[in-house]
């Protein structure tokens, strides 16, 4: 929580007591449905919640943002985004039911209003997003197809609309292999110093 609140030091007492509820919750429900690895829950801030947050050191989400999460799992990266945008829309999606069971939990014990999850594969959404948010899903190459007619037209953010996926290691043959142009990458060591983020990154895709 310390480091969260270093790396968003302007949360309000309300988001600062949602992001405090996240671990708790997330004990609570992965004993029932595994959403979460057992290694990683008790390092639940920093591995999913600040990673989740990567997002938004790259893009701030005006009000009225409609974002989609695609295999969203428990709920990342949306969740923690949905706290930190309580003004934009955040619609989650897995092809797993038991996994969106998780993330309508989550979200009511935490009182969101701009959640919404759906068992539904990411292929079947019918769109109409300024940004998709990932992490941990698949390929570029294949994930690019699923989500390619679901952006809105008109763009308002600094970035055009696009997706925003998280993704670590070494990605020139993933990029490649892809085919998909004007890709920018943001390296998440540039804003979180904790060795979990030396390779990890914000990939930018602008809709084509
Ligand atoms: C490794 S998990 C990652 C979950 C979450 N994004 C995270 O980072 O914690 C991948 C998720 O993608 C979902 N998934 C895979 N293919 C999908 C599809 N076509 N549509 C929706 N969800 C999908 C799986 O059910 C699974 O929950």
Do not use: C
Not at 168 to 196: H, N, P
């Amino acid at each position: 929580m310390k480091n969260l609140l270093r790396y968003f030091p302007d949360l309000t007492d309300a988001q600062k007591e949602q992001f405090a509820q996240l671990p708790a919750l997330y004990a609570e429900w992965n004993d029932k449905i595994n959403v979460v690895s057992r290694k990683d829950i008790e390092n639940l801030t920093e591995r999913h919640v600040i990673h989740s947050l990567g997002i938004a050191k790259v893009q701030t989400f005006k009000p009225g943002t409609q974002i989609l999460d695609v295999g969203t799992g428990g709920g990342f990266p949306g969740i923690p985004l949905a706290i930190l945008f309580p003004d934009s829309n955040f619609h989650l999606v897995d092809s797993i039911g038991k996994k969106i069971k998780v993330v309508n939990e989550v979200s009511a014990a935490l009182g969101l209003t701009n959640v919404k999850g759906e068992h539904i594969r990411a292929e079947q959404v019918p769109g109409d997003f300024h940004f998709v948010v990932s992490r941990a899903v698949t390929r570029l190459a294949n994930f690019y197809p699923w989500v390619k007619d679901k952006f809105k037209k008109q763009s308002n953010h600094q970035l055009k609309n696009g997706i925003l996926y998280l993704k670590g290691g070494d990605l020139a043959d993933e990029l490649k292999e892809s085919k998909l142009k004007r890709i920018k990458s943001y390296a998440l060591s540039e804003y979180f110093k904790e060795e979990f983020f030396e390779t990890k990154q914000v990939i930018y895709i602008p809709a084509q």
